[in-house]
Every structure is written in C-alpha cells, then in structure tokens.
C-alpha cells in the first residue's frame, strides 16, 4: 500500500508565498507522475500543476507564472511553490501519485489534503 501525505499549507496574505510537500512511502517501485490538484468550497476539483514521465511539467493556466512544481525522485517527494498567491488561490490542496507498486501492480494513491487559505 502507498501513502501520500501532504504539508505546508496555511493561511497567507494576497501576493505571500507559500510551499507545500507530498511525500510518497510504501512498497514503491516507480513512481510515474505527480500532481497537486485542489478543490475550494462549492467547486470541483481541478489540476493545479502535474509531474509526468520524463519530467514534462502541466500547470492550471490560473496558476502559470505563479505556482512551480518540482520533484525529488530519490525522496518520492513533490513540491509546490506558490507564488503572487491570490484569494482565488483558496482551496484544499491534494496530492496524487500513480505508479508501480514492488509487484508491478499499478497505483493510483490521493492524500487528504492540506488547507490553503489566501486572506488579509
């Protein structure tokens, strides 16, 4: 089983900065990609940025220019900065890995989330 966990969110002033982690741990193999999605009150979730194989990165176009995602392959470790941060930015943040268990099954694994909240 994989777990994924999620840090860093909070409460931030418009146009702070913050930076959240996901850590994935279990019986891994590879991991293929992985993304930050976030979902705020009322609202679907939605891909805020996404690591895919061989490192092409995917961003939200609300969030281009502002946010950097980046991963640590070696720590099974994802982060994203989040820049210029917007009211609009406030959510729940989840992290999603997919990839390959020790056995060669696939995973698909979500965290629980981490608050982010953009307010004066």
């Known amino acids: 089983q994989v777990q994924v966990v999620e840090s860093g969110g909070g409460l931030v002033q418009p146009g702070g900065s913050l930076r959240l982690s996901c850590v994935a741990s279990?019986?891994?193999?590879?991991?293929?990609?992985m993304g930050w999605y976030r979902q705020a009150p009322g609202k679907e979730r939605e891909m805020v940025a996404r690591?895919?194989?061989?490192?092409?990165?995917n961003y939200a176009d609300s969030v281009k220019g502002r946010f950097t995602i980046s991963k640590d392959n070696a720590k099974n470790t994802m982060y994203l900065q989040m820049n210029s941060v917007k009211p609009e930015d406030t959510a729940v943040y989840y992290c999603?890995?997919?990839?390959?268990?020790?056995?060669?099954?696939?995973?698909?694994?979500w965290g629980q989330g981490t608050q982010v909240t953009v307010s004066s």
């Open positions: 999603n890995a997919q990839g390959y268990y020790i056995t060669a099954s696939r995973f698909d694994t």
């Open positions: 279990g019986r891994i193999l590879d991991i293929s990609a």
């Open positions: 690591v895919v194989p061989h490192g092409a990165t």
